[in-house]
Nanobody, 120 residues
Framework: QEQLVESGGGLVQAGGSLRLSCVAS????????MAWYRQAPGKERELVAS????????????DYSDSVKGRFSISRDNARKAVYLQMNSLKPEDTAVYYC?????????WGRGTQVTVSS
């Protein structure tokens, strides 16, 4: 069964940190871009961070939205079929459901999301 399962969300005070994890099963992730999106109540889903696969010979390339640049860090582990999002200096406006994404040539795969709530 093809699925992405996120974990690591929770309630944290402003300024705190969380580390999100996403593990794939039944999905080939090597050489494919992986990403984290988020969706806050009443807002559209937005891209937070993405990472390409250097495929062993090259460096993975990460990209971030302006709103999280310098605070969040995305990484991947193809051996574990996982992607991570380290979130530091969290702000109340980071409150959202965070979704894992893997892009294949014929479709996007999505997880069910993990809730992150940042209190002021």
């Amino acid at each position: 069964q093809e699925q992405l399962v996120e974990s690591g969300g929770g309630l944290v005070q402003a300024g705190g940190s969380l580390r999100l994890s996403c593990v794939a099963s039944g999905i080939f992730v090597s050489s494919r871009p992986m990403a984290w999106y988020r969706q806050a109540p009443g807002k559209e889903r937005e891209l937070v961070a993405s990472i390409t696969d250097g495929d062993g010979g090259n460096t993975d390339v990460a990209d971030y939205s302006d709103s999280v640049k310098g605070r969040f860090s995305i990484s991947r582990d193809n051996a574990r079929k996982a992607v991570y999002l380290q979130m530091n200096s969290l702000k109340p406006e980071d409150t959202a459901v965070y979704y894992c994404n893997v892009k294949s040539p014929w479709r996007d795969f999505w997880g069910r999301g993990t809730q992150v709530t940042v209190s002021s």
